[in-house]
């Protein structure tokens, strides 16, 4: 929204007048950053990217001490389904999912639950009540938001994940999906791109045609999405949290370095 756009850009503002070093959820968070500055005439403060942990998650899916089918018969899971995980917000762009699904149910049988997994966020009550008392997706589109013990029972017993996001920093959802090993069908844009490369498949924003298809497609075709998980297996290196925080530390200590430099150079 306009609103929304206006506040960020007060923050961005402010984050770069006053900050000495800006830390970036990725590169192309930090491309577009900088880009930002320069066409605004901000200050350009040293900046780094870094990359977030997934290491967690894949820990806890190995402690399957619980019984995971009593945990999916109580969120509604009766079959095979579909995971998305994140806020429910504008930028999430969860009703083109819904809209998908929709498509789905005109053309195919058979379909996947889709599981909606995230809290409510700004500015979501219309799209979460036009879900909620439509009919047509009672039982079928399940909006929850999760524990840690659930999210990982979901991750786990998926058919693949879903991340339709307009946009990311770096992403913590589409890390955790390749983590668990599962194929993630992505927003086509540059910053999921960088996070999965060709480990995933990427789709327009908008385009619902080609959601609903690509879904049926994986949902249909095992054999291709046992393939695309075996790729994973064998390409996916997973940032553990302590790297994220040992590339943060020399970050730090070489910003101090240049800091001391510049201080003594100035006296």
């Excluded at 900050?19 to 930002?36: F, H």
Aim: proline residues 4%; contains cysteine.
């Amino acid at each position: 929204t306009e609103e929304t756009k206006a506040h960020y850009e007060r923050f961005r503002g402010f984050v770069s007048k006053v900050s000495d070093c800006i830390l970036y959820g990725g590169r192309t968070a930090q491309q577009d950053g900088i880009t930002y500055q320069n066409s605004n005439d901000l200050p350009i403060p040293m900046s780094y990217p870094i990359f977030f942990g997934s290491d967690a998650t894949a820990a806890a899916k190995k402690e399957v001490t619980r019984d995971d089918n009593k945990i999916l018969k109580r969120l509604g899971i009766s079959g095979p389904f579909l995971l998305t995980v994140g806020t429910i917000e504008y930028r999430k762009n969860h009703e083109t999912l819904y809209r998908a699904y929709l498509r789905m149910m005109e053309k195919y049988d058979d379909l996947p639950q889709m599981v909606f997994a995230g809290h409510p966020g700004w500015r979501t009550s219309n799209i979460l009540e036009t879900i909620r008392n439509d009919e047509r997706v009672k039982d079928k589109i399940i909006i929850y938001a999760p524990t840690d013990e659930e999210l990982d029972v979901l991750y786990r017993h998926c058919e693949f994940s879903i991340l339709p996001s307009l946009y990311e920093g770096w992403s913590l959802t589409l890390p955790e999906s390749l983590s668990y090993g599962k194929l993630c069908l992505c927003c086509d844009t540059p910053p999921l791109r960088e996070t999965a490369g060709d480990l995933a498949d990427y789709i327009s924003a908008y385009d619902e045609k080609n959601w609903c298809e690509r879904i049926m497609y994986y949902h249909s075709n095992s054999n291709e999405l046992r393939k695309r998980e075996d790729l994973i297996r064998t390409k996916w290196h997973i940032t553990t949290w302590n790297e994220c925080a040992s590339q943060v530390l020399v970050y730090l200590l070489e910003l101090a370095k240049t800091t001391n430099s510049t201080t003594m150079k100035g006296a």
